[in-house]
């Protein structure tokens, strides 16, 4: 995408992740997100049966159809241009190669940024989906960062000297695909794998493991306080069960979230000794909602393994919390977007 646009300007701002898109507007150069709409995918999540491909084709026209309709919503200013933050790996000119929460397995590669410019006839910024969360954070941190997102699924990218630290074809910051169990049987990834960090660590990783513990050990999982919500149910647990009980210090829940979080810390080990990164970010919908906790069972389990050369202090210290809302790929993504704008050459992002 060549064209260019002035700025500052409106933008329409999308983010599409496994459960929710998101739209809404944003003043190029500003970080006030207004007037955001929220919807269910109409992916794997709502519709799991379905072929990659027929999902992938369901998502994009969702997708077209709720930025079309931003655009034209009455009222508004008009948008001179769209950015779009994207749950999946893409190359530097916008084509998404995999989109494994969003529509599981193998699918055609999707050119999202030439589609969508074609579909509405403005410019067009895409990113994945942290790429964008991690511009929000760009101005603020001093030193490099690793922002790793932890909800449906996991990703991370390395904010390093002004850019993320990603291969222009795409490669770089999955660390939710990397292979942490190499057991025939182990958790299925929503890629088609097994035993990947983002099976066993995410949201949905996390909820899959506590329902197997609870189907497995009845007696403990009876006087969790899991029981009561779920009506002693292991398949009837939520996600917002399991966070507010390990909040509130119940040892099953607790148990079971530490178990999930072993291989996490086990890659932010890795991280930290291979590039020496000494500030982790974390955000998505799950670690937010555990808080504290999420940090203090993971910061033990790092503790536990050790970061070389690092006491207890610093290694605790590495690791943070994001903005306690869901508007980091919508606010990161306009603040790209708007750097892409003011500059004379053409709008890409990078992967």
């Known amino acids: 995408m060549t064209a260019l646009v002035p700025a500052p300007c409106d933008l329409v701002v999308a983010d599409l992740g496994g459960t929710t898109l998101r739209v809404g507007r944003i003043r190029a150069g500003t970080s006030e997100v207004r007037d955001v709409r929220r919807v269910p995918t109409d992916g794997l999540g709502r519709y799991g049966t379905r072929d990659p491909q027929e999902l992938q084709d369901r998502v994009m026209e969702q997708l077209t159809r709720e930025i079309a309709a931003d ?5 508004q200013p008009p948008a001179r241009a769209v950015a779009v933050s994207f749950a999946g790996p893409m190359t530097s000119d916008g084509v998404v190669l ?8 193998p699918a055609a590669r999707l050119p999202v940024a030439e589609v969508l410019a074609g579909q509405l006839g403005l410019p067009v910024v895409v990113a994945n989906d942290v790429t964008a ?9 001093s030193e490099p960062f690793c922002l790793i997102t932890v909800s449906s699924g996991i990703g991370n990218k390395v904010f390093r000297h002004g850019e993320i630290v990603c291969d222009e074809r795409g490669y770089g910051g999955e660390i939710g695909h990397w292979l942490v169990d190499p057991a025939e049987d182990a958790a299925p990834c929503e890629c088609g794998g097994r035993g990947h960090l983002g099976a066993i660590a ?15 050990d009845t007696g403990a999982f009876a006087r969790s306080a899991l029981a ?14 399991f966070a507010a009980a390990a909040r509130a210090g119940d040892t099953f829940a607790r148990e079971a979230l530490r178990r999930s979080l072993r291989p996490l810390a086990s890659a932010v080990s890795l991280l930290f000794t291979a590039i020496g990164v000494r500030r982790y970010l974390f955000v998505g919908g799950f670690a937010l909602a555990l808080g504290d906790t999420f ?9 536990r393994i050790g970061c070389f050369g690092l006491d207890e202090y610093a290694t605790r210290a590495m690791l943070a919390l994001g903005e306690d809302d869901d508007d980091h790929c919508l606010i990161g993504i306009g603040q790209l977007a708007a750097a892409r704008l003011g500059a004379p050459r053409a709008l890409k992002a990078p992967a």
């Open 202 to 216: 995410s949201g949905r990783g996390a909820l899959f493991a506590v329902r197997a513990a609870a189907a497995a």
């Open 98 to 105: 995999a989109g494994p929460t969003l529509w599981g397995g």
């Open 228 to 241: 009561g919500p779920s009506g002693g149910v292991p398949d009837a647990i939520t996600n917002e069960a």
């Open 133 to 141: 969360a991690a511009w929000r954070y760009a101005s603020a941190e």
């Open 295 to 303: 940090l203090t069972l993971l910061g033990d389990e790092l503790v």
């Open 71 to 75: 655009v034209a919503r009455p009222g």
